[in-house]
């Protein structure tokens, strides 16, 4: 059963740093990896998606990286903005192709 | 745009009387998925449709049924709710074909269920 951590679970930064957040799978025979975003009260906005072929995706301040071996994800947010404050969620496929597991979620709030 | 809504955006029920939620969406996705969301925890898988395929999550309380009259459709019924099912429900949807190494998930924003 593939389960997925994601560390840590609340983190809270400065406005204009620099942030690493985490996500660990462990069952690597994955085939891509979602990030999500969740502002409170609202559904999840899809941010980026890394197909296993690919080692890294990037949108504009966002990139993700996936490391299927060693069953890691790290999202990578450059010059953070309090709009960024919100929970970021990662996903991986799970018991068939077409269904994913949630990662646990790490809340960031960016303090301006 | 195309996206995916949710009907409606908040429900208040009476415990024990059925309730329906709604999705529908403009994607023209052939997979339809319902998630519960409890507060600070991550969506729970209750059951998704491929194409008119209805795949059933084994832990999903036989109280909570779906239905998809058609593509663009589902509605989630939850016959007899209880003060437990108060939740956030998501439906997503996503593209997939045979061999296919998968699509994003598009989700809408949800709805949130009160039971009294």
């Known amino acids: 059963k593939q389960e997925v951590t994601q560390i840590p679970a609340a983190l809270s930064v400065p406005e204009g740093e620099n942030l690493v957040l985490n996500c660990s799978f462990t069952?690597?025979?994955?085939?891509?990896l979602q990030w999500f975003r969740q502002d409170p009260g609202k559904g999840l906005t899809s941010l980026l998606l890394?197909?296993?072929?690919?080692r890294e995706q990037t949108s504009g301040r966002l990139n993700a990286s996936l490391d299927k071996s060693s069953g890691r994800s790290t999202l990578y947010i450059a010059a953070s903005q309090p709009g960024d404050s919100a929970t970021y969620l990662c996903a991986v496929p799970s018991g068939g192709y077409q269904k994913v597991t949630f990662g646990t979620g790490t809340k960031l709030q960016v303090i301006p | 745009d195309a996206m995916v809504i949710q009907n409606p955006r908040y429900q208040v029920t009476q415990f024990g009387k059925p309730v329906t939620l709604s999705c529908s969406q403009t994607l023209n996705h052939n997979v339809m998925y319902w998630y519960q969301q409890k507060s600070s925890q991550a969506p729970k898988l209750l059951f998704h449709y491929y194409d008119k395929d209805f795949n059933n999550e084994a832990d999903t309380p036989d109280n909570f049924q779906s239905r998809r009259p058609n593509t663009s459709f589902c509605f989630l019924d939850i016959r007899s709710p209880g003060l437990g099912d108060a939740a956030m429900y998501l439906c997503?949807?996503?593209?997939f074909g045979k061999g296919g190494s998968g699509q994003p998930q598009h989700f809408g924003d949800g709805t949130r269920l009160s039971i009294l």
């Open positions: 069952d690597s025979a994955i085939y891509n």
């Open positions: 890394i197909q296993s072929s690919q």
């Open positions: 997503a949807t996503s593209t």
